[in-house]
């Protein structure tokens, strides 16, 4: 079983920056491709960015285009999400799913393992 954990979540100020980090506990990230996603109060979890295995392609929502940049480390213990800019729209749970890619990878669809979630909250 898949055990992921996020890091990094913080409070920051608008137009501050984050780098979030995911992690497998007891195995790596190989063969997985591996997303963010975010929910905000009252609302429904969204998909940020997305990596495939090899780290060669990657995916991102509109509102993440610009701003947020997602990588894995060679040696695939850690896929982290690099914030910038942030605003106060950006305040949520922020969760990394790993599994394979479906559709365009920001769908929940297709991931099997999922992480407990770091809070980022973008405040002045």
């Known amino acids: 079983q898949l055990k992921l954990a996020e890091a990094g979540g913080d409070i920051v100020q608008p137009g501050g920056s984050l780098k979030l980090s995911c992690v497998a506990a007891?195995?790596?990230?190989?063969?997985?491709?591996v997303a963010w996603f975010r929910q905000a109060p009252g609302k429904e979890r969204e998909g940020i960015a997305c990596i495939d295995q090899s780290g060669g392609i990657t995916n991102y929502a509109s509102f993440a285009k610009g701003r947020f940049t997602i990588s894995r480390r060679g040696d695939q213990t850690a896929v982290h999400l690099q914030m910038n800019d942030l605003s106060p729209d950006d305040t949520a749970v922020y969760y990394c799913?790993?599994?394979?890619?479906?559709?365009?990878?920001?769908?929940?669809?297709?991931?099997?393992?999922w992480g407990q979630g770091t809070q980022v909250t973008v405040s002045s």
């Open positions: 007891e195995y790596t990230l190989a063969g997985r491709t």
């Open positions: 799913a790993a599994g394979e890619w479906d559709g365009d990878g920001l769908g929940s669809r297709g991931y099997d393992y």
